[in-house]
């Protein structure tokens, strides 16, 4: 079945970097395009970014210029590179592709 695992996540000041990983199996890794979302306490979740097979990637507005999408192919995973953070910032994040929903890594941005 398909798994999706995330890591990375912590607990970092404002102005701060991180990235976050997800490791994808039981599925064709490259026929697929990979997201990130994120939800924050008592808000939905929404779209961060995303990376298609094709190497096309697309950002929400509120990280564009901080935010990098990545994949490699040959370890199965999808990167996050988190720049520049914000409090704002601060959700779970979330790896996701067509239906499957990874379990989530905690970001916490401090100010």
């Known amino acids: 079945q398909v798994q999706l695992v995330e890591s990375g996540g912590g607990l970092v000041q404002a102005g701060g970097s991180l990235r976050l990983s997800c490791a994808a199996s039981?599925?064709?890794?490259?026929?697929?395009?990979m997201g990130w979302f994120r939800q924050a306490p008592g808000k939905d979740r929404e779209f961060v970014a995303s990376?298609?097979?094709?190497?096309?990637?697309a950002y929400a507005d509120s990280v564009k210029g901080r935010f990098t999408i990545s994949r490699d192919g040959a370890k199965n995973t999808v990167y996050l590179q988190m720049n520049s953070l914000k409090p704002e910032d601060t959700a779970v994040y979330y790896c996701?592709?067509?239906?499957?929903w990874g379990q989530g890594t905690q970001v916490t941005v401090s100010s």
């Open positions: 996701a592709v067509q239906n499957y």
């Open positions: 990376a298609s097979k094709t190497g096309t990637t």
């Open positions: 039981g599925l064709a890794f490259s026929s697929y395009t």
